[in-house]
């Protein structure tokens, strides 16, 4: 191993000349970290006025804000420094580098826990009536907005230096300065439940540090203590070993990938202690476990996105569930070995962010061959299109064996090409009339974007703006009611005719093709009969035909049953006596009958005593006499009086 300390490949000196042979702009060495997310925050870049869900493990830099919903809370930490945010606030870092940190509080509160006095010097929060800058370290406080046109600086510890637009304030702990609109005030300090829960926050990390093996200016160090243990080893020197780590488990495979500028890929661990050992030192695997080697105690480290080596080339491809697709994979530098940046940058800086492990990195010596490149357990691959979508890694990853690589190409910790920049994913930021940063969601954008853009975007305007596309989508309302389906066909027609009478008439067959049975040549009798039988099932359609079909000069059949109900015939006597006489209303509805009743047969019934009554004289009208008897004497009477 202790050949490593000269292991610079001859492709990176090449790099490293051409790098010098123009100025360029080094990406900054001091980066913050999203530390803690309570309730609904929102991530928003300035630059490219994307804007997000935030994310835990974040990297924060010049040119990206925050904003909480209330009742949430929010954490940075840049080094030892730490910026805390209420609800409904909204911070945007303007400046984080190595000369300064200057933040700009648009609304809201936000807290600042300064240990280092160097780095105070460095820190200038802005408002809209007021410039607050700490004088040493200690805890400060800033309201913005909280009361019309205030803006209000609270000192715990420490002291403080106000410019308010001309008037400068000394504020001294245990007081609060109010300044706006050409007026200022200085009373004593108070508190409330936010400054709770700050210091508590505080408290903790008084007591869970680990200053003796980095530096308090390595941003996500002070999560180590409560997620890990320190034992030091005699070939690296101290080492942190991450507790409750699953069976398994290898470095940058639980997390994902994210485009940030101006680095470009960079890790996104989703432990919550996964920043400080994934943007600066090295990984190595002491007696078969993980553990975290950060190096050389320097008192500001550099930051790098992630520390590994790129496996992968045009055309290699690994076999999934759909298919072979194109794949791409990466593994942990291990101590000593250099780290190439793909980004441009200058020697100092390629210098500089080695420095914990390599202190001399202009040798011209032949490519080193990586510690962990061929070992299986080390090695992540995944399809390239996880990481160009920023997808969990763990849930992809592939099985590969070290035969199946492609060969080491060298040179540079660049991604393969495969891996291109990923297109814009999120909703556009925007500040509003009141300079409060809010998102919207890009035309043509996901469904899943766009509802993540909604969180941050005002109540009021999130549910006006569907309503118009709504009112244009539904169907007809008259038109609902036969999607949905009635229990019987008949009440649907009857409700569709009273509704639109215009649609039935365009709709609908000519009235003349309701009733086909009517234009039949069958007898009266007959017709008559199956009329009565099936009356009590055809009425009710006949009368939603009836309304939903007004005449329009074609006939009509049997308009008087229709009208009104039948003779009061009974079903059951129809059947029983099959001659039944044709009624009065049924036999202008089809005439011809062959054999037309009286009318008063029809509507007055036999009385049952005439039965018994005895027969009249051959002079008197129609004799009374029983059914089965009146044919024959009939024929008997009439043969006599011919006779006579």
Do not use: C
Not at 26 to 44: C, K, N, Q
Not at 252 to 277: N, Q
Not at 481 to 502: F, I, M
Request: aromatic share 8%.
């Amino acid at each position: 191993m202790r050949g490593f300390v000269r292991s610079v490949a001859t492709a990176f000196v090449l790099f490293l000349a051409g790098a010098a042979s123009g100025a360029l702009a080094d990406p900054p060495a001091r980066v913050g970290r999203l530390s803690l997310i309570e309730g609904d925050v929102t991530f928003h870049d300035t630059a490219t006025h994307e804007a997000s869900p935030a994310t835990l493990n974040w990297p924060v830099t010049g040119g990206v804000a925050l904003s909480t919903a209330p009742g949430a809370h929010a954490e940075v930490r840049i080094g030892s420094t730490a910026i805390r945010l209420d609800g409904a606030t909204a911070l945007e870092f303007t400046q984080v580098d190595d000369q300064a940190i200057r933040l700009r509080l648009e609304y809201g509160a936000a807290t600042l826990r300064v240990r280092s006095r160097e780095v105070a010097g460095e820190i200038v929060l802005e408002t809209q009536d007021a410039r607050v800058s700490p004088g040493d370290a200690g805890r400060y406080r800033v309201d913005a907005g909280r009361q019309p046109d205030t803006t209000a600086i609270t000192v715990f510890e420490g002291a403080a230096s106000v410019d308010a637009n001309g008037i400068a304030i000394a504020v001294q702990p245990g007081r609060r300065a109010e300044v706006g609109s050409g007026r200022a005030r200085v009373v004593d300090a108070f508190t409330d439940e936010f400054d709770g829960w700050t210091l508590a926050r505080d408290r903790g990390d008084d007591v869970a540090q680990s200053p003796r093996y980095v530096s308090p200016e390595t941003s996500g160090y002070e999560s180590l203590a409560a997620y890990g243990d320190w034992r030091t080893t005699p070939e690296y020197g101290p080492v942190w070993y991450p507790r409750a780590v699953p069976v398994g488990w290898a470095p940058y495979r639980a997390g994902r990938w994210a485009w940030v500028e101006p680095w470009g890929w960079t890790w996104i661990d989703a432990a919550p202690w996964g920043f400080a050992p994934f943007h600066y030192g090295r990984w190595a695997l002491v007696g078969g476990v993980w553990g975290w080697v950060p190096g050389a105690f320097v008192a500001r480290p550099v930051y790098a996105p992630a520390l590994v080596g790129w496996i992968g080339r045009p055309g290699w491809s690994v076999s999934v569930t759909i298919g072979s697709v194109p794949a791409v994979g990466w593994f942990p530098l291990a101590p000593r070995e250099v780290f190439v940046p793909a980004y441009r940058a200058s020697p100092v800086y390629v210098r500089n962010v080695n420095i914990t492990q390599v202190t001399n990195v202009n040798v011209n010596v032949v490519q080193p061959r990586y510690a962990y490149r061929e070992l299986e357990r080390a090695v992540t691959v995944v399809p390239a299109a996880t990481v160009a979508g920023g997808a969990p890694v763990e849930r992809s990853a592939v099985r590969v064996r070290h035969g199946d690589l492609p060969p080491d190409a060298g040179g540079t910790n660049a991604p393969p090409p495969t891996v291109a920049r990923p297109p814009r994913q999120f909703g556009s930021a925007r500040r509003d009339d009141d300079g409060r940063w809010t998102r919207r969601p890009e035309a043509g954008a996901a469904p899943a974007a766009a509802a993540a853009a909604d969180q941050s975007r005002p109540r009021g305007e999130a549910e006006r703006r569907p309503e118009p596309r709504v009112a244009r989508e539904r169907p007809v309302p008259t038109q609902a009611p036969p999607a949905v389906g009635a229990p019987a066909p008949q009440k649907a027609e009857r409700d569709r005719g009273r509704s639109e009478p215009p649609r039935v008439e365009r709709e609908r067959p000519p009235p003349t093709q309701v009733a086909p049975a009517a234009s039949a040549p069958v007898p009266a009798v007959n017709a008559e009969r199956d009329r009565r039988r099936n009356e009590p099932d055809q009425r009710p359609e006949w009368r939603a035909e009836r309304r939903s079909a007004p005449s329009a000069g074609a006939p009509m059949p049997a308009p008087a049953v229709v009208a009104r109900p039948p003779a009061p015939m009974p079903a059951p006597a129809a059947a029983a006596r099959p001659p039944a006489p044709m009624p009065a209303p049924a036999a202008a509805a089809r005439p011809p009958a062959p054999m037309p009743a009286p009318p008063a047969a029809v509507h007055t019934p036999a009385p049952a005593p005439s039965v018994a009554r005895p027969q009249a004289s051959p002079g008197e009208g129609r004799p009374q006499r029983p059914e089965g008897n009146r044919g024959p004497q009939r024929e008997a009477r009439q043969s006599e009086r011919r006779g006579g």
